[in-house]
């Protein structure tokens, strides 16, 4: 539905379970997580048309800002981000085209979100080789392309604060916490 108001669009009509909606730079397309053929990141016009696959199994598609690419992660979002394997992040042209994993130094990275620049990439990036090592989580600073990584000190902030871990799926406020 448009801001500015009038009826609703409908632009999907398969019932695949169609979510994570992320629109283009310019307002003009729609990329989104389908279950269609086995599931996967499309792109459609904003007001409706041919969905495109741009990449398998991936969710929570973000455009860049220039619109030119869209980064995405693949893995199980019922596993945890503290267990090695479970998310990979990446990044496709949203012409189309091979995909690039970015965050490759990571045994998990997860949910990307672009910098305004677009050449940086926050992530939820776990660094460990066992399972539910907690000081291992945090938000990272990775480039979109290439090696590097910095690491935020979300964590460390959050639990400081009272709050529950970053990247555990959601957080909780402690009682009597002062926010």
């Known amino acids: 539905k448009q801001v500015a108001g009038g009826q609703p669009i409908r632009l999907t009509f398969d019932g695949a379970g169609n979510t994570m909606p992320d629109f283009s730079p310019d307002a003009s397309k729609i990329v989104f997580h389908s279950d269609r053929d086995g599931g996967g990141v499309y792109e459609m016009p904003a007001f409706g048309g041919e969905a495109r696959l741009l990449a398998r199994a991936g969710l929570n598609p973000k455009y ?98 009272g709050l529950g871990t970053p990247g555990s799926g959601y957080a909780t406020v402690a009682r009597g916490a002062n926010l």
């Open 64 to 161: 860049s800002p220039d619109g030119t690419q869209v980064a995405y992660w693949i893995g199980e979002i019922s596993v945890a981000a503290t267990v090695p394997g479970s998310g990979t992040v990446w990044v496709v042209s949203s012409a189309g085209g091979q995909p690039a994993r970015a965050g490759a130094g990571f045994a998990t990275a997860r949910s990307p979100i672009w910098s305004p620049d677009g050449r940086h990439l926050l992530i939820i990036g776990y660094n460990s080789d066992r399972a539910f090592q907690a000081a291992a989580l945090d938000w990272w600073i990775i480039p979109a392309a290439g090696s590097g990584a910095q690491e935020t000190g979300i964590r460390k902030a959050f639990q400081q604060a």
